[in-house]
């Protein structure tokens, strides 16, 4: 492309030149003969004036003709007149072209020897002037002169011809320098009109090729790191693969993955992001082979495809110095970013002998490196696929009951554990699977997470937790689960008073459960949109309380109305370890002291309650009093004893009729 646009560029020049050279030639000729024409004009109409004026002015111009000496009033008349104006000299002639008479700068006198004059001769004989133009020396004085020879008609015959020397040199001047400028403007715009649109066009084809370089250029490569792009790495990846059985040896490609690169970008800007997302890709591209290549596949992911390998420690090799380099430190502004890399390998052909297949295998070992925590290598193993599908067919699952409201809601009775009687119950989504079993939260919830649906879900388990809560008995809550994602999104305020507002509940009987993961990952923030939810009169629990690094600390920090120690504890107490008994014990007292109720899951034996008894537990919840249900397996009869007891001021005794309705 850019060959043939170079061709057609000078052969345009080739083209334009001698245009223009014919085009200046035309304007010089058309000036010269345009300059020659006023001349000869300006000449005839000198003479002709000059030769009128004689024949008013010179009584005896007939008789001069004739051969007769001037007056003395004709020759005052030609001394007077001789030095000035444009005719330096004149000549007369009688009719047949013969000299009589001749005046010039130095003298007016009778010829001596009179001369014929052919064209005196024409000019009397037609009637019509007769103009030459000649170049010289005239009397030392002109050297471009109009020789005009003018017939003198007196009452409608020619009695004489006056032969006038016109001096035009001043008006050739004159008129060249006038045509000299028309020609050079003339020249100029015809430049202009040719030049700009020329360099226009140069300019626009020279664009067009930088455009065009460009464009092929960003066709295989990625704008912010200058790398190949996926385009680029498949049809590298496909060479490769087609000289491999005829090389031997092994290929492997490195997916690699930047770990809480968001982070990065939250942290630092987006200015930050585009700094690391660049640094690595130099970092990655200096350490690789010629006959290797690295490329940006997308976002924070990059492939390098390693070619001549001669077994898996070689790619584990590469592998391991990819993630020292990526993990260097780097600096942006003054500040230091530290980045961790999570890579999948996959080799060829023991993995995959199509780039589509290599690069899925990659992809299920860096999905397997991820799940396993990050910052680390994984290889690509073939139980990998059948996990992903296993993933796959969960997600189709998932959005199909998201999109067709197909999640169930379950509840579990939260019993006072002073007088047993019930309190309300914790609302647990589930999702039916198409055999008709229902899917843990544990399974789906993290998923949900990942394709971003957990907004959609937690907004209807509010929505349907609230609305099956109002026709329960006032007293009676309903606690919820609220996952960090959709605190992220920043719209968890407005979700809740929606709920409440479209429900009816009242916000005090509405429970909102948070783990200590959404506090570890902004504080500052969470806190705020805490407070503001606990300003709408809902209540705040601290969930799985025990298991996390530092769950005390947020304790003075926020007003929790609640903490729900986790079921661990429980299951390990029925290993009889004394230290659990210690610290559920020291729990339930810290929580007495700050005011805050103390919920204790996973109950599942009399061992236990008679334990948390002694231990002046508030709240217990497991499945000694009730697993999970549906709101329609609810049984009807303990809401009506729950009413009655109300009405008599007594508590309904939970061990008796919740272990009968809700015990499966």
């Not at 050279?21 to 000036?31: E, N, Q, R």
């Not at 030769?51 to 001037?70: K, Y």
């Not at 193993?381 to 999640?407: N, S």
């Not at 459960?513 to 959404?518: N, Q, R, S, V, W």
Request: hydrophobic share 45%.
């Amino acid at each position: 492309m850019a060959y043939l646009s170079n061709i057609s560029l000078r052969w345009a020049i080739s083209l334009v030149v001698p245009v223009l050279g014919v085009l200046l030639a035309g304007t010089w000729l058309t000036a010269k003969i345009l300059t020659d024409d006023l001349l000869n004009k300006d000449a005839t109409e000198a003479a002709r004036t000059w030769a009128e004026f004689l024949a008013v002015n010179v009584p005896d111009l007939e008789q001069i003709a004739a051969g007769e000496l001037p007056s003395t009033t004709s020759l005052s008349f030609f001394e007077a007149t001789r030095k000035a104006g444009k005719v330096f000299r004149f000549v007369i002639f009688n009719r047949d072209g013969y000299s009589q008479l001749v005046s010039d700068r130095s003298r007016i006198a009778a010829v001596d020897l009179s001369e014929f004059s052919s064209q005196a001769a024409y000019a009397a004989k037609t009637g019509q002037p007769v103009v030459y133009i000649r170049s010289g020396s005239f009397e030392n004085r002109s050297n471009y002169v109009a020789e005009a020879f003018v017939p003198v008609v007196i009452n409608g015959q020619t009695v004489a011809t006056v032969g006038d020397f016109v001096d035009e040199t001043a008006n050739r001047d004159y008129f060249y320098y006038d045509a000299l400028l028309a020609s050079v403007a003339l020249c100029g715009l015809t430049g202009l009109a040719f030049g700009v649109p020329a360099i226009a066009w140069y300019r626009r084809t020279r664009e067009k090729q930088q455009a065009d370089r460009r464009i092929r250029f960003l066709a295989h490569h990625d704008v912010l790191t200058g790398l190949p792009n996926r385009a680029r790495l498949i049809e590298r990846l496909q060479g490769a693969l087609a000289v491999l059985p005829s090389t031997g040896g092994s290929i492997a490609v490195h997916f690699i993955d930047i770990d809480y690169f968001k982070q990065v970008n939250d942290t630092f800007g987006h200015d930050g992001g585009d700094f690391l997302l660049g640094s690595i890709g130099r970092r990655l591209n200096a350490m690789t082979r010629i006959e290797d290549m690295v490329a940006r596949f997308g976002g924070d992911e990059f492939v390098i495809v390693q070619t001549g390998l001669v077994d898996k420690a070689q790619a584990e090799a590469f592998a391991k110095r990819i993630v020292s380099n990526v993990s260097a430190p780097m600096y942006f502004k003054g500040l230091e970013i530290c980045a961790t890399s999570t890579i999948g390998v996959a080799l060829a052909p023991t993995d995959g002998v199509t780039p589509e297949r290599l690069l899925t295998s990659a992809d299920l070992a860096l999905y397997a490196g991820k799940t396993a925590g990050r910052n680390c290598i994984r290889f690509f193993a073939p139980e990998m696929d059948e996990a992903m599908q296993k993933r796959g067919a969960l997600e189709k699952i998932l959005r199909d009951a998201v999109a067709h409201e197909g999640l169930l809601l379950q509840y579990q009775p939260v019993i006072e554990m002073s007088d047993r009687h019930l309190l309300g119950f914790e609302a647990l989504v589930r999702l039916p699977a198409p055999d008709g079993t229902l899917i843990a939260p544990a399974t789906f919830i993290p998923l949900a997470e990942e394709l971003r649906l957990i907004d959609k879900i937690g907004a209807w388990v509010l929505r349907e937790a609230c609305s099956t809560a109002m026709s329960w008995p006032e007293r009676l809550t309903v606690a919820v689960n609220l996952s960090p994602a959709q605190f992220a999104s920043g719209s968890i305020e407005d979700t809740v008073a929606k709920a409440l507002k479209d429900s009816g509940l009242e916000p005090h009987r509405l429970e909102l459960e948070i783990t200590e993961t959404l506090l570890l990952a902004n504080t500052e923030a969470t806190m705020a949109t805490l407070r503001k939810l606990k300003a709408m009169g809902v209540s705040i629990v601290m969930d799985d309380f025990g298991t996390g690094y530092s769950s005390l600390s947020y304790l003075w920090k926020f007003p929790f109305d609640k903490i729900k120690i986790d079921r661990s504890f429980m299951a390990a107490f029925e290993q009889s370890d004394d230290g659990v008994e210690t610290v559920v014990k020291s729990i339930i007292a810290l929580g007495r002291e700050m005011k805050m109720r103390v919920t204790v899951e996973g109950v599942e034996t009399a061992q236990q309650v008679d334990f948390l008894y002694d231990a002046h537990a508030d709240q217990v919840q497991g499945f000694y009093f009730g697993k999970p249900v549906p709101a329609s397996e609810i049984g009807a009869d303990v809401l009506k004893d729950f009413r009655k007891s109300l009405v008599a001021g007594k508590p309904i005794d939970a061990k008796v009729h919740l272990v009968k309705s809700l015990k499966a």
